[in-house]
């Protein structure tokens, strides 16, 4: 009996795994892309904006904020405050920010469970680490084009809800990932690193 539901874990995990992998591939674009999203978090607040993705860099752009990430560095322009705060941030801060990250996080580190919803895909991964800021995902991906358009998260008993719209692949420069002071010569830069 155990062999059997241990057969049938594993059924549905690999099947599940396969999606995310072909979500990965579908916007992994070499070129980058670009998409608008809408997040809603007790933790982090309520926002919109649009994101730009290549490869682990991205670039949002909120009402408040501007964040650049060149895949080590992270700048964040506070309109408000007329503030770049420069920083290395941690996989939790990461995910907050960009809705995409989780390209790289499923790899390794989760178990995964799989349903369908309408046309739709939803994928459950539960962190085998308890330890790891980011405790649960639901994703939630077209059967049709494998692009997310829902990604739910839990760090700690925060649970955060990213919707994500319009995607589409783009041919984006690496400039397009970095803070360039040139573009904001009043602002004050305060590295936190």
Known sequence: MVAMVALCG????????????KVAAAISNKGGASAGFTISSAQYGNTQGTISIKGRKFKTTTPAATVWFDGKTQWTYMKRTNEVNVNTPTEGELQAINPYNFINM???????????VGKSYQIHLTATNKSRQIQEMYITVSKSTYVPS???????AHWSTITVSNFKKANLSDATFTFNPKNYPQAEIIDLR
């Not at 499923?106 to 369908?116: I, L, P, Q, V």
């Open 10 to 21: 594993n059924s549905v995990a690999q099947p599940a795994r396969a999606i995310l992998d």
């Open 150 to 156: 829902q990604i739910k998260m839990r760090q700690g």
């Open 106 to 116: 499923y790899r390794s580190g989760f178990t995964y469970k799989m349903k369908t």
